[in-house]
């Protein structure tokens, strides 16, 4: 016989002897023998936390709303179509008062304004939209530039002095519409335009208000 086996036995039958006889208390009894003495695998109270179900796309986002200024084709087509207008009416009601009072601030600013509508034609040019102006002077598709045409056409033919405050007139309108033009459009070239016409109003206006 195995003496490991024997040495377990005598182990085993002298402990049932002590339990029996009152000398041994039960929980120091150890009967495992050294061959299952391997441990279970430990087991940890602690829970594992339940895997997220979240997304990255589910999470709200409280970025501020774009508030990027935007301007559709037909909106920038009326921008242009109007400001071409414009700028005719400008040249038209200073040919006019160039023609009644001789002043050479009218003369030179002429040829300003008519820069300034061969740029807005390039504007119109570049999206096949059709110029609208028309070929006599004084004559506007649009109503309200042809009533203003009339208005300051009247007031400038009273004296010189008039004629200049006409000038003043005009060119406060064109940096009042353009700049209001300027808040909303969104074409690079249309605000490039936009803001060398305002600019070349600005000096007009000027000259204008040094006359009075």
């Not at 339990?19 to 023998?33: K, R």
């Not at 200073?94 to 504007?123: C, P």
């Not at 406060?172 to 519409?177: A, M, Q, T, V, Y």
Request: charged fraction near 25%; proline fraction near 3%.
């Amino acid at each position: 016989m195995n003496i490991k086996r024997v040495t377990t036995y005598s182990a085993l039958a002298l402990a049932t002897t002590l339990i029996f006889a009152g000398c041994a208390p039960v929980a120091e009894l150890d009967t495992a023998s050294p061959e299952s003495s391997a441990s279970a695998p430990a087991t940890s109270d602690a829970t594992t936390p339940p895997e997220s179900t979240e997304t990255a796309g589910a999470s709200e986002t409280n970025e501020p709303a774009e508030s990027a200024k935007t301007s559709s084709a037909s909106e920038t087509e009326a921008l242009l179509l109007y400001l071409i207008e414009e700028e005719k009416l400008a040249h038209d009601v200073y040919q006019a008062m160039y023609d009644i009072w001789g002043a050479r601030v009218f003369g030179n600013i002429l040829k300003s304004e008519e820069t300034h509508q061969g740029q807005v034609l390039t504007l119109l040019a570049s999206r096949n939209i059709d110029d609208p102006r028309s070929a006599t002077a004084g004559v506007f598709v649009n109503k309200d530039l042809q009533a203003l045409y009339d208005d300051l056409i009247a007031k400038g033919a009273k004296s010189a002095v008039d004629a200049y405050e006409v000038g003043v007139m005009i060119e406060e309108l064109d940096i009042k519409d353009i700049s209001a033009q300027l808040a909303t459009a969104t074409d690079a070239d249309v605000i490039l335009t936009l803001e060398k016409l305002r600019s070349g109003s600005e000096n007009h206006l000027r000259a204008f208000n040094n006359q009075i």
